[in-house]
């Protein structure tokens, strides 16, 4: 082969390089390119695995400030709200997870695992109802959801209702058999059921006790008086007339 011919032909194969080369390049920043939400709910999660809560809520949020389809159409947005919670939970701060949650079910409306964190916030504030019916909700979705069984018969224990906590108790025993925290506490609830009073006789109670004072209202009351038929006066001129 003449010289020239192979000048040529490297030559070519230069020319090749010079084109494939950018290609890949491109191809490479393509590939490489990240999502800025994804970045900052990883960044959550390691601080939320590290215990450090408030600044796993931050990024939580930085992360709900960005751009979310990307993290919508991979799902990692609900758990974005889910563990957003948890954290929030951790701190103590139950109405900010239940703003969370609340949120986050208007994306993501009657997913259990929300509804049954947005019951433990309500649980931890107080509200014992509020937190039967959100466990509710999450056992609609998913009747065998154990720990949202064993969390409604909590509420119900503080309610009073203790059958219905044994009910839940046993549920959460049916879907997870061995649960040792609801078999501790299937004891705890019929032990409490078995010693509280039908709530039959709660009710016949009342209605006694409102009937008993209303008759006792009726016989003290006194009937109104008027003119000089008032005692006190009365009393002074028959001690005048004895003067006399």
């Not at 000048?7 to 950018?22: E, H, Q, R, T, W």
């Not at 959550?44 to 939580?60: C, K, P, R, W």
């Not at 109670?205 to 009351?221: D, N, P, Q």
Request: net charge negative; hydrophobic share 45%; charged share 15%.
């Amino acid at each position: 082969m003449k010289r020239g011919q192979i000048l040529g032909i490297l030559a070519l194969l230069l020319v090749c390089a010079i084109m494939v080369f950018p290609a890949m390049a491109a191809n490479v920043t393509t590939t490489t390119t990240h999502d800025v939400a994804t970045d900052y709910y990883n960044y959550a999660e390691l601080a939320l695995a590290a215990g450090n809560y408030t600044e796993a809520v931050a990024f939580y949020d930085q992360a709900l400030g960005s751009n979310t389809t990307m993290i919508n159409l991979d799902g990692v947005l609900l758990y974005v709200y889910q563990d957003k919670s948890y954290a929030q939970i951790q701190q103590g701060n139950y109405t900010g997870a239940i703003a969370t949650l609340d949120t986050g079910l208007t994306v993501y409306p009657g997913d259990e695992n929300l509804l049954n964190n947005k019951g433990y916030a309500q649980y931890n504030l107080g509200n014992y109802a509020d937190a039967v019916n959100s466990y509710d909700q999450a056992l609609a979705s998913d009747a065998n959801f154990t720990t949202a069984l064993i969390n409604k018969g909590d509420a119900l224990q503080k309610l009073g209702n203790y059958q219905d906590a044994v009910t839940a108790y046993k549920a959460a025993l049916a879907s997870d058999p061995g649960n040792t925290a609801a078999t501790t506490k299937l004891a705890v609830a019929e032990k409490a059921a078995a010693s509280a009073p039908p709530v039959t006789l709660i009710v016949i109670a009342v209605v006694v006790v409102i009937i008993a004072a209303g008759v006792a209202y009726l016989v003290t009351r006194k009937a109104p008086t008027g003119g000089k038929a008032q005692e006190e006066p009365d009393k002074q001129a028959a001690m005048k007339k004895n003067k006399k």
